[in-house]
């Protein structure tokens, strides 16, 4: 019996020896630090306030049906809550509509890390053709007919009329103050010293996501991603081959970002990383998201295919899918059915003890016509 409980004890201090070895290869979860800042769009409270505004108003789209926040409700995650996000009307998008929860850390935004800032994506989603589908010159001169807007924009910028560019860094701003507060992460709380901040699940999940469950191989630092890209064998969404509509949009978009004919010609599901590079190894392959507020934020992966972080854990166990370019890193974990619970405890510890929820901002109201022109004297 005392043979035994000390094989066990070694068994044990060995697993957990081994944990300690291989999460040093990664950097270690930590705290997320105020969110990096760029110089050239600093922040101010008044230009935060008017990014806001900009954020929830839906003249910032084509038919004034598509503001950002659409697709990126406080409510839900700050997502639509569906699988696949809902698109521009007329059309179906073919993937998941991604937080921007701590989106201010991401130095790749979008799935396959198609824009390097975040005055890159609201451009890039607002005059998207399945999803804001605006034009600039029109969405410009919607701001310059409300004279709310007007006199925000020359406080903010010193610019005499809104400019279509300074609405985005403005959005940007905004974005950046949509971030986890560190006090109300029990992790964060943890590894700040709080040792009673994690109980003994988590704590049992967190030697699983460093030791191993591997999820440190990928999910590290302190946004929890490593914002590289992995093919993972993601099971594909039904709706690639049975919704005629969002097929037409799928192979729309295949058309749009210049992938070879033959690709064009058998297009069937997303392909991801391709898309940037036309590179054939990277078929398949989607950015790391991070994995702080999963509680918010399900459902997950890029297509919305898994429903519960129980199902994320489980795809995970099993190895991940079939994906010709699939990443070695997975394996099967053969996790017990008490890890697999340990693990989504501490998945869940690194969110924010309640959501995060904005209130609706007050918008500018109706259109107001222009004074005529001032003709000079001579």
């Known amino acids: 019996m005392k043979s035994t409980f000390r094989i066990t004890l070694a068994a044990s201090a060995l ?9 040093d290869k990664y950097p270690k979860l930590g705290p997320l630090p105020p969110p990096p800042i760029p110089k050239d769009n600093p922040n101010t409270p008044e230009k935060v306030a008017l990014g806001k505004k900009i954020f929830w108003d839906n003249r910032l789209s084509g038919d004034n049906s598509m503001p950002c926040v659409s697709c990126h409700l406080p409510a839900l995650g700050w997502g639509d809550g569906g699988q696949i996000s809902r698109g521009y009307p007329g059309t179906k998008h073919w993937r998941n509509s991604q937080t921007v929860l701590n989106s201010a850390y991401y130095n790749k935004l979008f799935w396959e890390g198609s824009v390097t800032s975040l005055e890159a994506q609201a451009p890039a989603a607002a005059g998207g053709g399945v999803a804001g589908n605006g034009d600039d010159s029109v969405m410009e001169m919607r701001l310059r007919f409300l004279p709310e807007y007007v006199a925000e924009f020359k406080k903010v910028f010193g610019s005499e009329w809104p400019r279509i560019n300074d609405a985005w860094r403005a959005v940007a701003a905004y974005q950046r103050t949509v971030v986890s507060d560190a006090s109300k992460v029990p992790f964060d709380r943890y590894a700040k010293g709080d040792k009673k901040a994690l109980n003994a699940s988590q704590l049992k999940g967190m030697a699983l996501y460093n030791g191993k469950a591997g999820c440190i191989q990928c999910h590290n630092g302190p946004l929890a991603s490593d914002q590289k890209f992995y093919a993972l064998g993601v099971p594909d969404h039904p709706n690639y081959k049975d919704d005629p509509v969002n097929q037409v949009t799928h192979r729309w978009q295949y058309y749009q970002k210049g992938v070879p004919e033959g690709y064009y010609r058998n297009a069937t599901d997303d392909l991801g990383l391709f898309f940037i590079t036309k590179n054939p190894k990277d078929i398949g392959k989607f950015r790391v ?48 059915a008490q890890e697999k619970k340990d693990l989504v405890a501490f998945l869940e510890a690194l969110s924010m003890d309640e959501p995060l929820i904005h209130d609706d901002p007050k918008l500018p109201g109706d259109y107001q016509p222009l004074p005529p022109p001032v003709m000079a004297v001579k």
Do not use: C, W
Request: charge should be positive.
């Open 15 to 23: 697993v957990m020896a081994f944990s300690a070895v291989a999460a």
């Open 289 to 336: 998201p991070s994995l702080r507020e999963l509680k918010y934020t399900a459902p997950y992966m890029h297509n919305g295919i898994l429903a519960t972080l129980a199902d994320v854990v489980e795809f995970y166990n099993q190895g991940g899918g079939a994906a010709a370019n699939k990443t070695p890193l997975l394996k099967p974990l053969k996790l017990s």
